[in-house]
T-cell receptor, first 112, second 113 residues
Framework: DADVTQTPRNRITKTGKRIMLECSQTKGHDRMYWYRQDPGLGLRLIYYSFDVKDINKGEISDGYSVSRQAQAKFSLSLESAIPNQTALYFCATAVTGANVLTFGAGSRLTVL | RKEVEQDPGPFNVPEGATVAFNCTYS??????FFWYRQDCRKEPKLLMS???SGNEDGRFTAQLNRASQYISLLIRDSKLSDSATYLC??????????????FGTGTRLLVSP
């Protein structure tokens, strides 16, 4: 099994729908992140969490919310999806004090 | 100016060639530097950290030039399996105490037989 698991891997939805992307990890890492990747823009940070109950906005948090239900789970929600949220979304984890991010396999979201 | 800039490529090289990528960063307070590799439609994976003294891992050599604010990645004896996008990543501290990782858009490498 993957260390960092994202579900769903692919999702097509319509404008205005609520979408949740889920991330779970078995690495025991305390830090978790959500990024989105768009062609020509690189990875951009949406939200991050250093522990359960700790939630912080990244550089592009508008239109998104997150929940850290347990140390191993970090979910990303789009309350009302819009087409410019079409992107590849990555969850990542890290240990405090370490520089390395471990990424999930990605969730490809298409909003029509 | 972008915080981290890379030539998007693609760099097309034959097997066995040596190829080098550069990455420039704008924040002189940047603390740590990395190269990640990303295969098509896959997640990024750490290739190597970049240390001030330079470091080598097999066919891969990373260099840091703080004065000119760039890092480089050299790949010797290119293999077909090296075909991927190479992401430059720079970490620097913010006033909030949060250490921000900034990803470049990546340089695409295509190694041909």
């Amino acid at each position: 099994d993957a260390d960092v698991t994202q579900t769903p891997r692919n999702r097509i939805t319509k404008t205005g729908k609520r979408i949740m992307l889920e991330c779970s990890q078995t690495k025991g890492h305390d830090r978790m992140y959500w990024y989105r990747q768009d062609p020509g823009l690189g990875l951009r940070l949406i939200y991050y969490s250093f522990d359960v109950k700790d939630i912080n906005k990244g550089e592009i948090s508008d239109g998104y919310s997150v929940s850290r239900q347990a140390q191993a789970k970090f979910s990303l929600s789009l309350e009302s999806a819009i087409p410019n949220q079409t992107a590849l979304y990555f969850c990542a984890t890290a240990v405090t004090g370490a520089n390395v991010l471990t990424f999930g396999a990605g969730s490809r979201l298409t909003v029509l | 100016r972008k915080e981290v800039e890379q030539d998007p490529g693609p760099f097309n090289v034959p097997e066995g060639a040596t190829v080098a990528f550069n990455c420039t960063y704008s924040n002189s307070a940047s603390q740590s530097f990395f190269w990640y590799r990303q295969d098509c439609r896959k997640e990024p994976k750490l290739l190597m950290s970049v240390y001030s003294s330079g470091n080598e891992d097999g066919r891969f050599t990373a260099q840091l030039n703080r004065a000119s604010q760039y890092i480089s990645l050299l790949i010797r004896d290119s293999k077909l399996s090296d075909s991927a996008t190479y992401l430059c990543v720079v970490k620097f501290g913010m006033n909030t105490g949060f250490q921000k990782l900034v990803f470049g858009t990546g340089t695409r490498l295509l190694v041909s037989p």
